[in-house]
Each structure stands twice: as structure tokens, then as C-alpha cells.
Nanobody
Framework: QLQLAESGGGLVQPGGSLRLSCTISQLTFGYEVIAWFRQAPGKEREGVSCITNRGYIKYIDSVKDRFTISRDNAKNTVYLQMNSLEPEDTGVYYC??????????????????????WGQGTQVTVSS
């Protein structure tokens, strides 16, 4: 079983940066995939980026070249560095993980039902 906790959200001006952290408590097995999702006011939750413990990485098109996902296994933490933030990036950001089963060679964010563990979310607001 995994427990996830996000931190690092806040209020930032357009063009600014934030770094989100997802701290993973590995109660049984290590994680295989960590993904970041976000939900803007009045919109459905969408996937932003994901990373596997083998280094496979994926981004949605709207954040490519602006966001960077990375992991620090020694700290059991996955980061989302967000640069050149835009008002459209505003929302609650969640990290999530599927049950580790040894089968996750790559990751995807299309089917959110694949993700069994979710953090409580951290608010990111991009506004002048």
C-alpha cells in the first residue's frame, strides 16, 4: 500500500515557477509509476505527466518544454518542476500511483481508473 502527499503549491505570477513534491510512503512494495494530475475549476481532472521507476517519462502537449518530472529514490519523492507558468495551469495538482505489480514498464494518464492511490492535492494558482 502506498501513501502519497503533495506539497509545494502556491500563488505565482504568470511566467513564474513552482516545484511540486510528491512524497511516497512505501508501506509494502516500491512504486512503479507516479503521475501528476490537475483539476482546474469547473473542468475535469487531466493527466499532466508521469514517470516510472525505470525512467520512462511522459507529458501532455500543453506542458512540454515547460514542466519537468523527476524522482529522487533516496528521498522517496517525485518532483514536478513547473516553469513559465500560465493562468491555464491553475488548479489542484494531485500525484497518484497504480498498484505496483511488476508490469508497469511505461506509464500513461489516459485512464485514471488505473491509479489506485491518490494524494490530497496541492493548490496552484497562476495570477497577476
Amino acid at each position: 500500500q502506498l501513501q502519497l502527499a503533495e506539497s509545494g503549491g502556491g500563488l505565482v505570477q504568470p511566467g513564474g515557477s513552482l516545484r511540486l513534491s510528491c512524497t511516497i510512503s512505501q508501506l509494502t512494495f516500491g512504486y512503479e509509476v507516479i503521475a501528476w494530475f490537475r483539476q482546474a475549476p469547473g473542468k475535469e481532472r487531466e493527466g499532466v505527466s508521469c514517470i516510472t521507476n525505470r525512467g520512462y517519462i511522459k507529458y501532455i502537449d500543453s506542458v512540454k518544454d515547460r514542466f519537468t518530472i523527476s524522482r529522487d529514490n533516496a528521498k522517496n519523492t517525485v518532483y514536478l518542476q513547473m516553469n513559465s507558468l500560465e493562468p491555464e495551469d491553475t488548479g489542484v495538482y494531485y500525484c497518484a500511483a497504480p498498484v505496483p505489480d511488476g508490469l508497469h514498464i511505461i506509464c500513461d494518464m489516459v485512464d485514471q481508473s488505473d491509479y489506485d492511490y491518490w494524494g490530497q492535492g496541492t493548490q496552484v494558482t497562476v495570477s497577476s
